[in-house]
């Protein structure tokens, strides 16, 4: 049982014990003392609620009536979540509540994730189980991924469902598929995931462990030079940070992105964004070229474009920017667009494919920087000016980086800066 110290008004344990101790001004639980494994899926958004609404109203009995939750509820609630995160969230006072640090970094990304979910009558066991089935395709894989019944996951996307007053999920032959009503509602959750995530990471780098991570959508152009760059630095700096990278091109990258399960895109800004939701922030401009192998046939004289017209291509996918300048190159001088035999996004497999044929290609000299410097490709001809394409920053409107993903962002800056 837990009484008040009646000098400090702090709970103390039955046998007189402080719960709480003071580490690097923080006041953090005993218990918890050593490096936590708290994951989302612990949270109570119960509990998240009545933290919320104390903040936001200063005491518990505001709390209380404003969630329609028992004082003692809020009370308990509240002790459990500050006991599961191992830090005080509140001061006590006599005239109400204010805010910890720990509490001023949890609380805004609580508030955002609430929004996300949008209903107080969504439990995380609902949530973990419809982004469970949305991720897997269905009830079988979910279980095996989540250790869960079937009948159990079943019970709880349909109960989401009741709450939701939506459907979520129909059925498609033996498996299931989301509703465009469902397809919203999982974003929402995996952002609203997000968010609770990075108020972990913000609470463990205050009691001094860096568990935080930032996932980065890589392009092509990225992978070549500025990322491996960025991240080696941001390394050294962070060495106790957790870097996802992923690849693929923007088509690929860009849901995932807007889902939250990337943080930032890097490449080749899009002249259009598929949303407002989106948006881009420029690092470098980069200047292609074109490319082919040593001792290239279109060497032997200073050939122009309409000569260049006559040798096969291996670009990139139509609907690429790169591809789509240089198909503007020869529009722009008159001359019908080479035929492309071979598309390829893939960097490695397009200088192989150069140094053993006639191909030409266009690239940027930072993706080939190696073959340049030994002679085995070769700059064939420059692009007009005009077709310099800005590599940047792809971020959701609302993404709101912790500390430690905002010093990745600022070295991976910097990095640029010295291309």
């Given amino acids: 049982m837990k009484t008040k110290c009646k000098t400090t008004r702090k709970p103390v344990c039955a046998d007189g014990a402080f719960p709480w101790q003071e580490a690097g001004g923080v006041l953090v639980y005993k218990k918890m003392l050593t490096l936590r494994f708290m994951k989302v899926s612990d949270f109570n958004l119960r509990h998240l609620r009545a933290a919320h609404a104390i903040g936001d109203l200063g005491s518990i009995c505001a709390a209380a009536k404003a969630i329609h939750i028992s004082q003692p509820a809020v009370t308990q609630g509240l002790s459990k979540l500050e006991a599961s995160l191992g830090v005080r969230l509140f001061e006590r006072h006599c005239t109400g509540m204010t805010p910890t640090p720990a509490a001023r970094l949890l609380l805004p990304r609580v508030d955002a994730a609430l929004r996300h979910i949008a209903s107080s009558q969504v439990t995380m066991t609902q949530l973990q189980a419809f982004v469970g089935v949305a991720a897997a395709g269905g009830y079988a894989g979910a279980s095996v991924v989540s250790g869960l019944a079937q009948p159990s996951l079943h019970r709880a996307v349909r109960d989401l469902s009741v709450v939701l007053k939506r459907p979520l999920l129909e059925r498609r032959g033996k498996g299931v598929s989301l509703t465009t009503q469902g397809k919203r509602t999982v974003r929402r959750f995996r952002l609203a995931c997000g968010e609770l995530e990075a108020a972990l990471s913000e609470v463990d780098a ?5 568990t935080g991570k930032i996932n980065i959508g890589a392009m092509p152009l990225a992978r070549a030079r500025i990322l491996p760059a960025a991240i080696t630095a941001f390394h050294a700096h962070v060495p106790g940070a957790n870097i996802r990278i992923i690849e693929g091109s923007f088509s690929e990258m860009i849901e ?8 930032v895109m890097i490449g080749a800004m899009r002249p259009t964004l598929p949303g407002p939701d989106v948006k881009q922030s420029s690092l470098f401009a980069d200047q292609p070229i074109i490319l082919g192998r040593k001792d290239h046939p279109a060497l032997a004289a200073n050939v122009d474009m309409k000569a260049l017209a006559q ?13 789509d300048q240089w198909a503007q190159v020869f529009s722009d001088a008159g001359i019908s667009v080479p035929h492309v035999p ?12 150069l140094m053993e044929t006639d191909f030409l290609t266009v690239l940027s000299p930072v993706q080939v920087a190696a073959e340049l410097d030994i002679g085995s490709l070769v700059k064939i001809a420059d692009l007009p000016q005009a077709n310099r394409r800005e590599i940047g920053m792809t971020t959701r409107v609302d993404w709101r980086p912790t500390a430690m993903q905002t010093a990745f962002l600022t070295i991976l800056q910097n990095t640029s800066k010295r291309l």
């Fill in 256 to 263: 995932p992105l807007r889902d939250g399960e990337i943080d």
């Fill in 311 to 323: 040798f096969s291509w291996i670009m990139p996918p139509i609907g690429t920017p790169l591809r």
């Fill in 206 to 210: 205050l009691l001094g462990h860096e």
């Fill in 342 to 353: 071979i598309n390829c996004g893939s960097v490695m497999t397009i200088r192989q494919i």
